[in-house]
C-alpha cells in the first residue's frame, strides 16, 4: 500500500517547538506539571515535549508513562506510581501522537477523574478529527482531514520522525 510523507522530520520538529510553547503558554504561571505520554509514542512525544519545555521555561516536569489496552480500555493501568497528594491540585496533559476516534484519549482520561487536578489538557501531534469520543484537542501539531480508510502513521528512526499517511 502506498504511503504518503505528510510531516518530515524538521517539520515534526517545528510542530512540536509550537506545541511546547503554547503549552508554556497555557500553564506559565505553574511550578510543575505532569505529561501523561500514551505509550509508546504518545510517551515519545511527552518525552520530546519535556525537552522543548525545560529550555524555554522554568516549570518542572513530571513524566508518566500510561498504558492503555486498546483492546480492552477498561482494563488499563495507570503506571506512573503518582500517588493521589502527587495529583492534587496539578495540571496533566494527555499526550498521543494521533487522535483518531478518541477512545484512547478517553480512556485515559478516566484514570484521572479520581484525582483533584487543576486542569487537564490534551496533546496530540496530529487530530485526524473522526472523533466518535467526546474528546477536544487542546493542543495539536497538525489538524489533518482524511478519510476513515486511510491511516496516518507516526514512524521514528533513530531521532528522526515521519508521518505518513496510508
Known sequence: KKKTLILDPLQVDRKVKRMAIQIYEDNYEEEEIILAGIADRGYQL??????????????????????INKDEPLLSKNNSGLSHKELNEKVVILIDDVLNSGKTLIYAA????????????????????HHRFPIKVDFSGMNLSTMMKENVSVEIKGDEWYVYLK
Do not use: D
Not at 511527552?46 to 498504558?67: F, G, T, V, W
Open 110 to 129: 478516566k484514570m484521572f477523574l479520581k484525582f483533584p487536578l487543576k486542569k487537564m489538557r490534551t496533546a496530540v501531534l496530529v487530530n485526524r478529527g
Open 46 to 67: 511527552a518525552e520530546r515535549l519535556q525537552k522543548e519545555l525545560e529550555e524555554i521555561s522554568e516549570i518542572r516536569i513530571k513524566l508518566l508513562k500510561m498504558i
